[in-house]
């Protein structure tokens, strides 16, 4: 069964950064796709970004592009999230997601953690 733990939330003010991580159990890590979502209060769940088994594609939400940027670290069982000039409005709860396709990852599929809070004051 997969299993993914988020870590690395916090409180940071707007222009600082942060880096997550999604330590991943319960699976061939290097053949899956990963990738990361937030949650915000009273908003719908958006897909920040992904990275393919190899590490070899990205792919990024407009609203982070430039940003944000998605790592992995395959002999770690490990996909990072590194986020830099951060905004009040980059505040939510930040998931990894992993599945073998990394459409089904886009799209909100796959197996998913339990988050990990993120706060930016202003």
């Known amino acids: 069964q997969v299993h993914l733990v988020e870590s690395g939330g916090g409180l940071v003010q707007a222009g600082g950064s942060l880096r997550l991580s999604c330590a991943a159990s319960g699976l061939t890590f290097s053949s899956f796709d990963m990738g990361w979502f937030r949650r915000a209060p009273g908003k719908e769940r958006e897909h920040v970004g992904a990275?393919?088994?190899?590490?070899?594609?990205?792919y990024y939400a407009d609203s982070v592009k430039g940003r944000f940027t998605i790592s992995r670290d395959n002999a770690k069982n490990t996909v990072y999230l590194q986020m830099n000039s951060l905004k009040p409005e980059d505040t939510a709860v930040y998931y990894c997601?992993?599945?073998?396709?990394?459409?089904?990852?886009?799209?909100?599929?796959?197996?998913w953690g339990q988050g990990t809070q993120v706060t930016v004051s202003s």
């Open positions: 990275i393919s088994w190899s590490g070899g594609s990205t």
């Open positions: 997601a992993a599945d073998e396709n990394i459409i089904t990852v886009v799209v909100g599929g796959g197996s």
